[in-house]
Structures are given as C-alpha cells and as structure tokens.
C-alpha cells in the first residue's frame, strides 16, 4: 500500500464516520422530539381529562432510539477523531458507556415500551375511556383515539390544523378540542 492510498482509505472511513455521526445525532434529536411531542402530552391529556385523546401506540418503540443513538454518535465521533474503528477495551468507561446504551436501548424496547402502552391503555380505561376507530384518519392504523363520552365518536368531515377532527351539523363546523 502507498501512502496516497493509505491517506484516501483514511479520509473515506473518516468522511462515512462523519456521515453516520450526522445520520445517528439526527434519528436520535427526531427520536426525543417525536417522544416529546407525541407521548408526553397523552399524560398531559390524561391528567385534565381531554375530551378525546390520540395515542400514536407505535410512538413508544421509539424509547429504545436514544440510547443507541448516543452510543452510535460518541462511537462515530471517536472514529471521526482517530481514523480507526471504535473497539474500546472491556471495562474501560466507553466500553461501559456502549453496553450501558446497548442495554437500556433493548430493554426500553422489549420491557419499558409495552408496558408504557399497557399502563397507558389500563389509566384510559380506568377514567372511562372508550377506543373510537371512526376518528382515525384514513390509513393511519397506527394511532388511536379516545374518547371520554361517546357522542365524542364520530367520523370526520374535516381536521383543523391541530388535527382536531370535525363535523359538519346544521350548517356548522363543530370540533372536538383534543388539548382539553
């Protein structure tokens, strides 16, 4: 090997490295805005009693991203620095820090995330809540609402731009605040 190949392979394994930081820091700030944003407020919801609640069951797979994101991104950042492959040696703090993310990120997805969606389906049914398909929208199966009485179950004519879902009555655009 030459020292002008030996400089190209390094500046390659450098420019994917920087690549796979940018691609992993990116899922995981997604990852925490989507939980942020998406299963935070059903608690939120829960406590005023809404009266209707949307809960994006699929969304809670995504507690096992951060972690694994974290190691991806300190593991591509070492490479980024030293040109070689992340390989930290065992009981050294990065190799805890991988095994510490690797762990919490399958336990998040195999414990914490179905029993996250049990308990939230068991506090909804406890405060009489009811599962309502007709307010899903057309081909989102992942998402269901809930609803706190039943004439609050009902198919849509329209959505806000808060994706409150409406009805047309009498002339009138009636919705449902889902932040209430």
């Known amino acids: 090997m030459t020292a002008s190949t030996l400089s190209f392979e390094t500046i390659k394994f450098r420019l994917l ?17 989507w939980l942020i944003t998406h299963v935070l407020p059903i ?9 209707a609640i949307e809960v994006p069951y699929m969304a809670f797979g995504l507690l096992m991203a951060p972690p694994v994101m974290l190691a991806c991104t300190v593991a591509s950042a ?7 492959k992340f390989a930290p040696p065992n009981k050294s703090a990065l190799a805890k820090l991988q095994t510490g993310m690797l762990k919490a990120s399958v336990y998040s997805l195999i414990v914490v995330a179905p029993l996250a969606a049990i308990l939230t389906t068991v506090a ?30 009902f198919v849509p004519d ?16 009636l919705c449902i605040n889902m932040d209430e």
């Open 78 to 84: 070492f490479a980024i620095c030293t040109g070689k």
């Open 124 to 153: 909804l049914n406890k405060l009489d809540y009811t599962s309502c398909p007709q307010l899903r929208k057309s081909g989102s199966a992942w998402q269901t609402y809930w609803v706190s009485h039943p004439g609050f179950c």
């Open 43 to 51: 608690y939120g919801q829960l406590w005023r009693q809404a009266s």
């Open 17 to 33: 490295a920087a690549l796979t930081l940018v691609i992993c820091a990116g899922v995981g700030v997604f990852s925490v805005y």
């Open 158 to 173: 329209s959505y806000t731009d808060n994706r409150w879902p409406c009805k047309h009555v009498d002339g009138k655009k």
